[in-house]
Structure formats: structure tokens, C-alpha cells
């Protein structure tokens, strides 16, 4: 074996045993700072378990489905555009959506007449919207301010609306089909 090999070897050797030696002295803290280290680990807790069958299970699980039953919205097979619908409690349509109501303020042949009016609504703090929709004389804008899902609530918006901005509106039947394409109120 070469010597420079040899005293590297040996020098290696010496340096691990002295850092074996000497390292842990410096890394070992004294009494104070191990006790603080090392806590106190607080006494197991006194509980009382109630025993329990599947059939309790089960009878807590039929009850709370019950109760969120009880919550969801009503289902109304057959919801008319015009339907009044006094009472404030949710209802859902044949697809299982929920039934909404918007209010229609205008419609117009010109888009940008549309929008104008859109953007008066909005500053006037309303949620307004407008889709375009297909007629037989061409395309046109329909600005909407909801949807809302109890109808009453939206009823009171048009009287504000129409002492604000002197715009009849009608409440018509919210369908996301119509505004599938103006997610965000469109332009």
C-alpha cells in the first residue's frame, strides 16, 4: 500500500474518533436544557364510551336524512313562465333546478342600446345582464336585472327600478339555457 494512502487512511481515522469524542460534549446541553427538551405528557383522559349497535347506525343515519330531506327545495313539475308563486319557499323544475326568476327591463334591436342600459343599471347597484335571442326579425338584446330564486324579492326590485329609472319590467322564468353563451353578463 502506497504511504501517502496509508497516513490519509490513518488521518481519517483519527479525525472520526476525535469527533466521536469530542462533538457530543458540545451537542449534549447541560441538565436544564434537557429537562426542557423532554416534557411531561399529560394523563391518559377519563372517557366514558357509550356502547353502540349497527342498528343505532342506522336509525341516526335514516334520521339526519330525513332532516336534510325535510331542507331540500319542493319539486314542481309544472312551472308556468307567469306563475305568481307567493310563497318564499324554494321549488324545483322537472330537470331538478331550481326555480328562478329574473326581471326583463328592456329589449332592443341595437346591442350597444342594450348595454348602455345595462351599464345604468349596474352603476345604480343592480345585477343586470343581457342575452341575445333569436327572433324572426333578427337578432336582439334583452337586458335583464336577477336572477333571484323567491320571486317576492324580485317583485319589490322592479318597483325600485321603475321609481329609479321609470322601466316597467316583467318577471319572467330564469332559464341558464338562455344565458348559457353570457356567463358574466356577456360584453
Known amino acids: ?68 330531506t325535510a331542507r331540500l327545495p319542493r319539486k314542481n313539475d309544472s312551472p308556468s313562465d307567469r306563475d305568481p308563486q307567493d310563497t318564499d319557499q324554494l321549488s324545483l323544475d322537472a330537470n331538478g333546478l331550481p326555480l328562478g ?30 342575452t341575445s335571442v333569436q327572433t324572426d326579425t333578427g337578432v336582439t338584446s334583452r337586458v335583464l336585472v336577477g336572477p333571484m330564486l323567491q320571486r317576492k324579492k324580485l317583485a319589490l326590485i322592479s318597483s325600485r327600478i321603475e321609481a329609479e329609472f321609470g322601466l316597467h319590467g316583467q318577471i319572467v322564468r330564469y332559464r341558464v339555457e338562455d344565458d348559457k353563451d353570457m356567463v358574466g353578463g356577456g360584453k
Do not use: C, H
Open 1 to 68: 500500500m502506497d504511504v501517502k494512502l496509508k497516513q490519509r487512511l490513518i488521518g481519517a481515522v483519527v479525525l472520526t474518533a476525535l469527533a466521536i469524542l469530542i462533538v457530543p460534549m458540545f451537542l449534549d446541553g447541560d441538565e436544564q436544557e434537557r429537562a426542557r427538551v423532554t416534557g411531561k405528557i399529560p394523563p391518559r383522559p377519563d372517557m366514558q364510551v357509550e356502547p353502540f349497535t349497527a342498528q343505532d347506525l342506522l336509525l341516526e343515519m335514516d334520521a339526519m336524512e330525513a332532516a336534510s
Open 101 to 130: 326568476w329574473t326581471l326583463q327591463v328592456g329589449s332592443f334591436e341595437k346591442e350597444e342600446n342594450a348595454i348602455q342600459l345595462r351599464d345604468r343599471l349596474r352603476d345604480g347597484g343592480y345585477r343586470a345582464y343581457r
